[in-house]
C-alpha cells in the first residue's frame, strides 16, 4: 500500500483520482507532524508552504514522487531529488488565468487606491480627494517574463487600452508581434514603463532582477507589481525607492519570506498585499489538485506522467545504453543555450554514427530540455520539452546523417535566430566522455561541465596572456584552456574551465580587453 502525504492545503475534491485509488493511503498532515512516519512515505503533495530540501529527502529514504500542486518549485530542491532518483511533478498550466487575474486585479486596485479607501471608508471618513487615482488606459505596462501567467495577464491589459511593452529574453519578435506587443530590452522597459510586472520564475538569475541599479532607470512615479516569487524585486531596494517618493506605489502578493511578519514595505500607504493569493481560486485549486492527483496515480500504475520535472520515463535496461548520449545532449542543449542569449526559431539536430542506433527522439528531447533548463521555470525534461519548444514558437527538426564529421558518433545542433545561427557539435568518446568538438565555426575540444567561459576574441599575440594576467589578478585558477581559431590573425575563440566561480570584477575586466569580440559565461 503506497503512503502518500498530503502536506498542504490541496482541494480535496481534486484529490479524487488518489483517493479512489485502491493501493493507496492517503495523510494529510504536514512533514514536521510527530504523527508523520516520514521515513514510510511513498509520495508528497505541496504547494508553496512546505520546504522540499535535501534534509527532508533524507528522512524520506521510500519517497519517489514529489508533487507540486502549482506551478513554481522553487521551494523544492529539484536536484537533490534527481540525485535520489525522487521524480518531481507539477501542475504547470492550471493557475495560469487565476494568477494573471490576480495580477491584473492588484494593478487596477493600485492605480485606484481601492483597498486604502476601502479601509477609510470602514473607519466613517469621506476623503474622496484623497484617493484620486490614474487611468490604465493608455499607459506603457512593462512585463518582465512573457511565459503563461504573462501572456494571459498582456492580453487583458491590452484590452483595457494598455500599451504592452515586454521584456523576456527567450521572446522571438515574431511571437511578440502576434501577441501585440512590444519585445524591448530590460532597459527599455524600465526606461519607459509607467507599470512594471514581474512572472520570471525565481532563479539565481532573476533574484534581485529588480534592484537599486535596475529602480534608477526607471521613471519618476512609476509603479510595481509582483505577483510572481518574493526576491525578483529586491525588497530593501523598493522600500528605499518608495521611501524617497520615486517609486509611486507597488502591490505585492508574495514575499522574501512568507509569512513576511513585521515587514519594512508595511508602513508605506502606497504598498498593497495580498498573502500569495494568485493561485487561490477554487477553479485553479481543483485544476492543480486533479492534474498532480492524476500524475501520482498514472506514476504507480506504472504509466508514463506528462510533467515530469526531472526524470525520463523510460526502462531501466535502454536507459543504461542511451545515458552516455543523453547526458552530452543535454549538455549541448545548455551550452547552446548560453552561448546564444537571444530568442531562438528554430532548432535543428543532426545524428550521425553510432547514436543513430539509438531512440534519437529522446536526445533531441534531452538536448531541448538542456536548452530551456534556466530560462523557464517547469524544468523542462524529455517529457515535455517539444511541447514547451511548440508552445514557445520554436520549430524542432531531427535528422540522421552519415557524416559524423570523422567522430564515431556525432550530435550537430543548429540554432537560428532572427539575425543569425550558432552550429554546435558534440561526441561521445569511449573510456574518454563527452566532448563538444565545434563551436560556431571553430573546431575546438573541450569538455562540457563546470564553470566555463567562451571568449570570441581576435587572434593576436597577447591576448591570452592579458586574459589569464587579469585572472590571476583575481585569484582565479585557470583548471583548463582550449583555443580555436580558423586563420592566423582572424578571429578565434578560448573556451576556459575553473574550479569555482568567477566574479563579475574579472568578466567585466576581460571585457575591457580591445581584442576580446564577445563573451559568454557558461555554467553547465
Ligand atoms: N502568486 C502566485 O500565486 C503564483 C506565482 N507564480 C509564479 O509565476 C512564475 C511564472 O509562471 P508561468 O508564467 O506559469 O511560468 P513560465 O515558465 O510560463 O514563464 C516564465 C517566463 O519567464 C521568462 N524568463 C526566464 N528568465 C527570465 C529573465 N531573466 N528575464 C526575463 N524573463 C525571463 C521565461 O522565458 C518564461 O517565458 C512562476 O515561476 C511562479 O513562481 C505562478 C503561479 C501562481
Ligand atoms: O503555483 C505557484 O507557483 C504558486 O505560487 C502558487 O502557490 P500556492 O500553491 O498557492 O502556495
Request: glycine share 8%; hydrophobic share 40%.
Amino acid at each position: 500500500m503506497y503512503q502518500i502525504l498530503v502536506a498542504d492545503a490541496i482541494n480535496a475534491e481534486g484529490l479524487q483520482p488518489l483517493l479512489e485509488y485502491k493501493d493507496a493511503v492517503i495523510i494529510e498532515k504536514k512533514v514536521t507532524d510527530p504523527e508523520v512516519e516520514l521515513e514510510k512515505i511513498d509520495a508528497l503533495l505541496v504547494r508553496s508552504a512546505t520546504k522540499v530540501t535535501e534534509e527532508l529527502f533524507e528522512k524520506m529514504p521510500q519517497l519517489k514522487i514529489v508533487a507540486r500542486a502549482g506551478v513554481g518549485v522553487d521551494n523544492i530542491d529539484v536536484n537533490a531529488a534527481t540525485k535520489r532518483g525522487v521524480i518531481v511533478v507539477n501542475a504547470p498550466d492550471g493557475n495560469t488565468i487565476s494568477t494573471a487575474e490576480h495580477t491584473f486585479a492588484m494593478m487596477a486596485a493600485l492605480m485606484r487606491n481601492i483597498p486604502q479607501a476601502h479601509q477609510s471608508v470602514k473607519n466613517l471618513e469621506w476623503k474622496r480627494n484623497e484617493f484620486v487615482g490614474n487611468e490604465l488606459y493608455g499607459k506603457t505596462l512593462g512585463i518582465l517574463g512573457m511565459g503563461r501567467i504573462g501572456t494571459e495577464l498582456a492580453k487583458r491589459s491590452k484590452a483595457f487600452g494598455m500599451n504592452v511593452q515586454v521584456f523576456d529574453p527567450f521572446l522571438t519578435n515574431e511571437r511578440a508581434s502576434k501577441l501585440g506587443v512590444q519585445n524591448s530590452s530590460l532597459d527599455e522597459v524600465l526606461e519607459h514603463a509607467d507599470i512594471i510586472t514581474v512572472h520570471t520564475p525565481l532563479t539565481a538569475e532573476t533574484k534581485g532582477l529588480i534592484n537599486e541599479k535596475a529602480l534608477s532607470k526607471t521613471k519618476k512615479g512609476v509603479y510595481f507589481l509582483n505577483c510572481a516569487r518574493g526576491g525578483i524585486i529586491d525588497e530593501d531596494a523598493l522600500a528605499t525607492f518608495i521611501g524617497n517618493g520615486h517609486v509611486a506605489g507597488a502591490a505585492l502578493d508574495v514575499f522574501e519570506v512568507e509569512p513576511p511578519g513585521e515587514y519594512p514595505l508595511f508602513k508605506f500607504d502606497n504598498v498593497i498585499v495580498t498573502p500569495h493569493l494568485g493561485a487561490s481560486t477554487r477553479e485553479a485549486q481543483l485544476n492543480v489538485a486533479t492534474q498532480v492527483a492524476k500524475e501520482v496515480r498514472m506514476f504507480f500504475e506504472d504509466k508514463p506522467v506528462s510533467n515530469s520535472i526531472n526524470l525520463p520515463a523510460m526502462s531501466k535496461d535502454i536507459f543504461e545504453r542511451i545515458r552516455p548520449f543523453h547526458y552530452l545532449a543535454k549538455q549541448i542543449g545548455s551550452t547552446l543555450s548560453q552561448c546564444i542569449n537571444e530568442g531562438i526559431q528554430e532548432i535543428s539536430i543532426t545524428f550521425s554514427g553510432s547514436v543513430t542506433d539509438l531512440e534519437t527522439t529522446y536526445l533531441t528531447k534531452a538536448l531541448l530540455s538542456g536548452f530551456f533548463k534556466n530560462r523557464i521555470d517547469i524544468y523542462v525534461n524529455e517529457v515535455n520539452a517539444l511541447l514547451t519548444a511548440k508552445e514557445r514558437g520554436i520549430t524542432v527538426g531531427e535528422k540522421i546523417s552519415t557524416n559524423s564529421f570523422g567522430y564515431a558518433n556525432c550530435i550537430s545542433v543548429t540554432a537560428k535566430s532572427e539575425t543569425r545561427q550558432f552550429t554546435i557539435r558534440g561526441t561521445f568518446i569511449d573510456h574518454y566522455g563527452p566532448r563538444i568538438v565545434y563551436l560556431n565555426d571553430f573546431n575546438i575540444d573541450f569538455y562540457p561541465e563546470g564553470n566555463l567561459l567562451y571568449i570570441q576574441h581576435m587572434d593576436r599575440p597577447g591576448v591570452i596572456g592579458r586574459v589569464g594576467k587579469i585572472l590571476g589578478d583575481h585569484s582565479i585558477n585557470i583548471a583548463t584552456m582550449q583555443v580555436g581559431r580558423k586563420q592566423v590573425g582572424g578571429e578565434a575563440i578560448m573556451i576556459l574551465s575553473f574550479d569555482k566561480p568567477i566574479d563579475d570584477i574579472a568578466v567585466n575586466k576581460l571585457n575591457e580587453l580591445d581584442d576580446i569580440v564577445s563573451m559568454n559565461h557558461i555554467l553547465l
